[in-house]
């Protein structure tokens, strides 16, 4: 697989980037523990360097699944992950604090069997801690050699600004698809600006865009698109447009409708690098494909056009998380 260099940071990894997350958390039953590590593994010998948790992930669970897959080549791969909920749970709410980000650095090393955290992200910006402590507490992390790298998650462009005049960020991780567009308006430009590689989350729409999802998909209980206005039935009909647009296409290409969501995101900018996740080994192999995958300028210009009559119904969180994105 090619490569990609987040921004100015010269952290080079894999163009398309794995996310862990599904592994076990948010999307249903999680996967048992020797499958998820020998995904990990399958994943980094078709090429995949770049692997991304959180502890809130479980909590904890996923980083130590990452942790033992990837511990056999450590040195040959990139692991990011996150700080920035109480005691690693996203449900109890935000905490940076500067104690509290170094007990999670610390905690992580140990789960993740390494000395050294490639790319730590801020998980959600903490309104209750300036940024300026959040910065100078990854750097000092840098120093003593903890950390390689600083990331955000979701962080808006004000917060963004103040962090990387602290200390530089390497990479802003935010959701961008073909169905939410949103960064486009300021945070790529900035990213493009400051020299900040931007790292796609759900490039794939939580599985809406890969065409296996219509109106009468059920989801398991404990699985969180049950919760997001987007994912409702009404939505899911009106949305389908968008859907059988990015199907013709995939036709067209002899590709599959994820391959095509996926090389849309890599056509984008040469320092983006989407984190698709999967818990199938066939959905791999079908992502890692869609590097491979050339959309012209035509294709591209067809695609956009189309996008600018197609409006996306339903907001990509319930209330209570649309509160933490954007800071």
Known sequence: MQTRKLGKSNLEVSALGFGCMGLNFAYGPALDRQSAVGLIRAAFERGVTYFDTAEAYGPFTNEEIVGEALAPVRDRVVIATKFGFKNGDSTAGLDSRP????????????????????????????PNVPMEEVAGTVKELIRE????????????AGSIRRAHALQPVAALQSEYSLWWRAPEAEILPLCETLGIGFVPFSPLGRGFLTGKIDATTTFAKDDFRNTVPRFSTENRKANQVLIDLIATIATEKKATSAQIALAWLLAQKTWIVPIPGTTKLHRLEENIGAATIALTTDDLRRINDALTHIQVQGDRYPAHSAALVGR
């Open 145 to 156: 050699g903890k950390v390689k790298h600083f990331g955000l998650s979701e962080a808006g």
């Open 99 to 126: 104690e509290r980000i170094r007990a999670v650095a610390d905690a992580a090393l140990k789960r993740l069997k390494t000395d050294w955290i490639d790319l730590f992200y801020q998980h959600r910006v903490d």
